[in-house]
């Protein structure tokens, strides 16, 4: 790893290899590629999680913070193939297991095709 | 850090990654890290993201609006821009100090 210290001398930051994978912010490829700033429409998954979100906040049995990091922790090739709202979900299931408030066992159930 | 810095202190970004000691939350984008900036203005006392995301118990941080030169931070960035980030006072360090 190199940086300069000194501000005078800026660095292509993407020379950082240590940036965490969703710290994109200022990241030079975004000087080339267009950034979608355009609202998306919110399908019925999406309002799921999030109202799945806000209750959990309001149970006290999970931060956002907590989301946050859960969505950090996605591997990086699967972290660009979901959707927003997947990787909530994603966080959500992974902080909900390991705090102990759901089941592996139960969520397997649930998630099993009917016979 | 008991007393605020005031607006118009001359600060640099701590140039640590604690990314690269294992599992951590970081509200500090990775192109300020070792950066000089000026504090704008002091938002209150928080606690710390960095804590809650780990269900610890949190330490009350001091946060700032951080101004920074936009052609310190890209060779591209243009002078006269403004770069304003929110940063907690365990970033920053005095420069000069």
Request: negative net charge; charged residues 25%.
């Amino acid at each position: 790893m190199t940086m300069h210290d000194d501000p005078a001398q800026p660095v292509l930051t993407t020379d950082v290899s240590v940036r965490a994978h969703h710290d994109m912010g200022g990241i030079s490829k975004y000087i080339c590629e267009p950034i979608d700033t355009k609202p998306h429409a919110l399908d019925a998954f999406d309002r799921e999680v999030d109202a799945l979100r806000q209750l959990l906040s309001a149970k006290g049995l999970m931060t956002v913070d907590e989301l946050r990091r859960g969505i950090e922790a996605i591997p990086e090739g699967t972290y660009h193939r979901l959707t927003y709202y997947q990787r909530w979900m994603r966080s959500i299931t992974a902080t909900l297991l390991r705090k102990g408030v759901i089941a592996e066992a139960d969520l397997l159930a649930v998630l099993q095709p009917p016979a | 850090m008991t007393q605020p810095l005031p607006a118009g202190t001359v600060v640099r970004v701590k140039l640590d990654w604690p990314e690269l000691r294992g599992p951590v939350h970081i509200r500090t984008p990775h192109y300020l890290r070792g950066r000089r900036g000026t504090v704008v203005r002091y938002l209150g006392e928080f606690p710390n993201p960095e804590d809650i995301a780990f269900n610890r118990p949190p330490d009350l941080l001091p946060l700032y609006h951080v101004s920074f030169e936009p052609h310190t931070l890209w060779p591209s960035g243009v002078s006269g821009d403004e770069v304003l980030v929110e940063i907690y006072g365990s970033w920053l360090q005095l420069e000069g100090a």
